[in-house]
């Protein structure tokens, strides 16, 4: 069994997606909290909520848009497709969310006797996008779950791979030295490599105890 070393590329980019989705909710509370200093006048704020939603846009389209590979990442991608997109996908109340925003944000700067009611209508969403991003995290989550319990078994197949390779090699190093010791003199050298290859299997010994350790620890 061989590790593919993207598969340790691909847990940690699930877990960076995870992080992302995770920050959307952040920011959804930064922009509301932004908008509301907006209408009582900060300029500042108005300008940071901008900033907060280009960045909460930006991201929820890269959110949107995953691709993900793998062995078993059809169902992987399925997850995060209908998570988005499905029949019950939360992407219509995320893209509400940011058109309410992005209009009261418009609103604060152009009519202000709008802008009340435009923040209202923010509040009234809050929850149900909070909602909608708390539900797209827990499909990033449970999709790095499953990576991760993938590399696990992996790593603990090339474990058991090694210690198997090692087992076979003190048996060819067992049968060396009886060779040797039975050529005498003639088996020295002979006798030599086998000195090596009993080195060589007491190290793969010593990793594959260590490899051992990981894999609990990932438990």
Do not use: C, P, W
């Amino acid at each position: 069994m061989v590790l593919n070393a993207a598969e340790g590329a691909h847990v940690q980019a699930s877990m960076s997606l995870v992080n992302l989705a995770a920050r959307q909710r952040m920011l959804s509370q930064r922009l509301l909290l932004q908008a509301l200093l907006a209408a009582n006048g900060d300029k500042a704020q108005h300008q940071a909520a901008k900033e907060s939603l280009a960045l909460f846009s930006s991201s929820q389209k890269q959110l949107e848009n995953v691709q993900v590979q793998g062995a078993k990442d059809d169902v992987r991608a399925k997850a995060i497709r209908d998570i988005y997109h499905g029949a019950n996908g939360v992407a219509g109340t995320i893209r509400d969310f940011q058109l309410a925003m992005k209009a009261t944000l418009a609103a604060i700067l152009t009519r202000a006797d709008a802008a009340a009611e435009h923040i209202a209508a923010v509040v009234e969403r809050n929850d149900a996008v909070l909602a909608a991003l708390n539900q797209a995290t827990a499909v990033f989550d449970a999709v790095a779950a499953s990576r991760t319990a993938d590399v696990r078994k992996h790593l603990a197949d090339v474990v058991s791979s090694i210690q198997r390779v090692a087992r076979e090699a003190q048996v060819v190093s067992f049968n060396a030295r009886v060779m040797a010791a039975r050529a005498g003199d003639h088996g020295r050298e002979f006798n030599v490599v086998a000195q090596v290859l009993i080195r060589i299997t007491q190290q793969v010994d010593e990793l594959s105890v260590q490899a051992m350790g990981i894999v609990r620890e990932l438990h």
